[in-house]
């Protein structure tokens, strides 16, 4: 059986001592894994194609329950991502965010795109790369169903927040100062409640809850058509994305570590 098909690089393993194994996305499949024999030779004509953030064309054959790459060509190669460290190391992240928030067999055209648009605006610069990274995380809580309520104070309904506010990761809400103070007893919050669940509170200011908000509607061509002009709000609502996607996830990843060692 042969096929062949458009797809994003996320991720790239040496097998055996000539072989490559490719993480593919694709839009309509998801997920699969593609074997590149004989890729880790500096002659082999699948040298380009093996490398991650690569968008590539490729023609498959099935054998033994596994496909083999066949033949392929570079759709878009993003190299501009390479030109700096730190360019290199979000863009890493980014391929590994998406291969946990994708399956396979599964249909993947948001996570596609999003994906690619997001490669696009790291290699170009569009944003700044705390503004791009927190936004693709915010994408991935909300693709993956994690969407926090933003309407609202849980607690009172109240939608104005004129001395800021309270992101509740755990519970995926907000919480006006007045309302967390009577929930508290004006006493500090415990760290896990009396069912077993962390408390984790976040202060918002005005700026970053309605990015948040607009990265949850937003057409995924416009995401990026936003700003944070003010230094405070930038830090809020990076720190609220990052932390929302990890406890959510219930994991970390080491590609993040990476990223935060040379953004120092």
Known sequence: MRKVCDGLVLKVTDVGDHDRALTLLTADEGKFYIIAKGARSVRSKFASLCRICAYVNVELH???GRYWL????????????NSDLDSFALASYVMQLADEISGVDYPAHEVLRMSLNTLYAIENKLRPLAQIKATYEA?????????????????CDSASFPDGLWLDVMNGALVCPECLKKKSGGLPIP???????????????????????????????????YSLNDE??????????????LHHLERDFDTLHFYKTVTK
């Open 232 to 245: 405070r709000s930038m830090e809020l609502f990076c720190r609220a994305a990052e932390t929302y996607l």
């Open 139 to 155: 994408f991935a809580a909300n693709i993956s169903g994690f969407t926090p309520d933003l309407s609202s104070c849980s607690e």
């Open 62 to 64: 099935e054998r033994d």
């Open 191 to 225: 760290e896990v409640d009396r069912f077993e669940t962390k408390n984790i509170l976040l202060p918002l200011d005005s700026s970053a809850l309605e990015a948040l908000r607009y990265i949850s509607s937003a057409p995924l061509q416009r995401i990026f058509a």
């Open 70 to 81: 066949s033949s392929g060509s570079i759709n878009q190669a993003f190299f501009g991502i």
